[in-house]
DNA sequence: TGGGCGACTGATAACGCTATCATAGAGACG
DNA sequence: CGTCTCTATGATAGCGTTATCAGTCGCCCA
């Protein structure tokens, strides 16, 4: 009966709340979109109004009228799946309450000419801002063509704050540090380190507070840095390499989880067992780190979080944009925490 | 020079282009859709206007004038990351150009209550039509529920044609069948397979598919069939189980890549060389499969295509119910391939 | 007690597009 | 040569929302 109104028809709209509840369409619009200038007994009534017909606002003439169009684009170059569909999902979220559109552009990394096609296709492609994801905010020439384009952008999960833009972050380094000091709480004292792709700012950032509370902590420990490119290929090179010496790390922390399951892989191929006799941890918890067995130790990134702050961030700016105001960037970091699973243990010299 | 009319103020309207032309908005917005009745001079005035300005039309005016406002939902379960997101990434870049919108719906997967809340969100949330993907399609009391409130919708990926809906897959049992063909065709004659989830009709399906390769390809092989779960974690207990015997496989087929790739793990903790002493081969050819090493062989799954195809398919009908007409279900079969990579090799028999 | 000031509500006019119908020519035909 | 048909184009009227401004109260303070 409530949904009564409906039925192959057209849906509710704001003036069928209004007549029902016996006011304006507008007091129904102020209503919905949570103004202050109600009275409680309209708003009661509006409401009930509102349930009684199943009304949802049309998203299409509300960015019509409010003379908002604001379409997001989000190029990405090829970040693992899980990090993309983690991110999609929080911006959809988001976006989706808003009323506005996501443009995906596809980007192949690294190749200059794709990257600037991709950008011109954003910025001629009438998008009101830009969410720079992994590798491409910490691109200088990316950067600097929004910046000088004048779209609204939000740099998401970069390794430090570059100014002129905001970003939406963790902190890398204080990560590490905090993941590097449990590996010693745990009694390591030799320990392996990959590092990420040196064109992102995070990895430096994360080998920054690898070694920061070695330095701090244990500075007699015994350290290995091997270099990674945050994919599963460069973990097995590495762990290959961590792995072959006789002298061998007890205990390796990667600087993302693909690198990390792929160190899991080469100490299986080696008849090691995972924790007893090596520690593995990564960053990040993307999905496979529960996928794998055993489950990763790893940080936790709160990617979905973070793609929605960042969307809010923008939708902001793009707002603040078409009201002429500047908006200085903002940097927001998010907090991180420890997840620790199956793949770090205490210290137990068996193997000698 | 040419985009000088925007810095910074608004984008061009289909005024704008119509006075440069010297036409009537209405003409613009007819050349713009590709209708017919217009001229070829006027077209060309057009169609300049439009480059000189960079026109492109407001979506949400479009939407609300054509009384189109297709929103299309899209609830998911939690499939594997790397499938997730390549399906978001085709559907949004066919929608985008659409001007629809997505709206995800999270639905934690088997619990029953879930699925309805997440159902009923959807057909009051005012979407016009439902993309099912992987384990909800092939749910019945899902499809009942959508069939009765006469929304358009969409099956993605599912085993088998149910009727009712529009479906757009693979042909699983064809695709298994071609894989085991390919094992054969490599010489090995003690395989195993892992099926998948039994929630999903491609289970079956590729499971039918390598039942009937063997008999009718090879009658006298012998084959360990075990059940998994579609995840890492079933598949490294099928694994185990597969290769824990004295006498055991030299072959094994998982129905998907995540389960291979949990084979692949525990074949090398076991000491066993992929593809040397065990060839490994999956289904679907999600990012994992190129992300592990070595890479797998398996079954392309075009699930990008199949997702832009889904979509256009959604829309036509949502178009179709829009002006009453009733279209039946089409079942629409795309072709998979097979993707030889490093994980699989021709049998020897070294190890006794 | 009257002027003024808030708090609340409503009327009106966009927003940018397309559906629809009207109109103006251009041929076609008897 | 008048009417009839057909094509190309334009005028008009919304689509469902929100911005803006104009009230209408009730209440406070001088």
Redesign the interface.
């Known amino acids: 009966m409530a949904?009564a109104s409906r039925r192959?028809g057209k849906?509710a709209t704001a003036e069928d709340v209004a007549r029902l509840a016996r006011v304006s369409p507008m007091t129904v619009s102020r209503v919905v979109n949570g103004e202050k200038n109600v009275s409680a007994s309209t708003r009661e009534a509006v409401l009930a109004a509102v349930r009684e017909l199943?009304y949802?606002p049309?998203?299409?003439?509300?960015?019509?009228a409010s003379a908002e169009?604001p379409?997001v684009g989000l190029p990405f170059a090829n970040p693992?799946?899980?990090y993309?569909?983690?991110t999609?999902?929080g911006v959809?979220?988001q976006l989706?309450r808003t009323?506005a559109?996501?443009?995906?552009v596809?980007c192949e990394a690294g190749v200059a000419n794709s990257e600037r096609q991709a950008m011109r296709q954003l910025l001629?492609?009438?998008v009101s801002g830009v969410l720079l994801t992994a590798p491409l905010g910490d691109s200088d020439s990316i950067r600097h063509e929004i910046e000088e384009a004048?779209v609204p952008a939000v740099v998401l999960g970069a390794g430090r704050f570059h100014g002129g833009l905001s970003h939406v972050r963790i902190d890398d380094q204080q990560a590490a540090y905090d993941m590097t000091r449990k590996i010693l709480d745990l009694g390591h004292r030799r320990i392996g380190f990959i590092t990420g792709h040196p064109n992102q700012t995070a990895s430096p950032a994360r080998a920054a507070g690898f070694e920061a509370a070695l330095h701090d902590l244990a500075p007699d420990a015994k350290t290995w840095v091997e270099q990674g490119y945050f994919?599963?290929?460069s973990g097995?090179v590495a762990a290959e390499r961590l792995l072959s010496g006789r002298d061998r790390p007890s205990a390796i922390f990667a600087s993302n989880d693909?690198m990390a399951a792929?160190v899991?892989?080469v100490a299986?191929?080696r008849?090691l067992d995972v924790p007893r006799d090596l520690t593995v941890v990564g960053f990040d918890d993307?999905?496979?780190a529960t996928?794998?067995?055993p489950e990763l130790t790893t940080v936790r990134q709160p990617i979905g979080e973070m793609a929605v702050e960042a969307v809010n961030l923008l939708l902001q700016q793009i707002r603040a944009r078409r009201d002429g105001v500047v908006s200085r960037p903002t940097d927001l970091v998010i907090p991180h925490t420890l997840v620790e699973r199956q793949s770090s243990a205490i210290f137990r010299d068996i193997k000698r």
């Open positions: 949904r192959g849906a199943a949802a049309n998203l299409a003439a509300k960015s019509l169009q379409r693992s799946a899980a993309l569909s983690e999609l999902v959809l979220d989706g009323g559109q996501l443009v995906l596809r001629q492609g009438q004048q994919t599963y290929q097995l693909d792929a899991v892989s299986h191929r008849g993307t999905s496979i996928t794998l067995w």
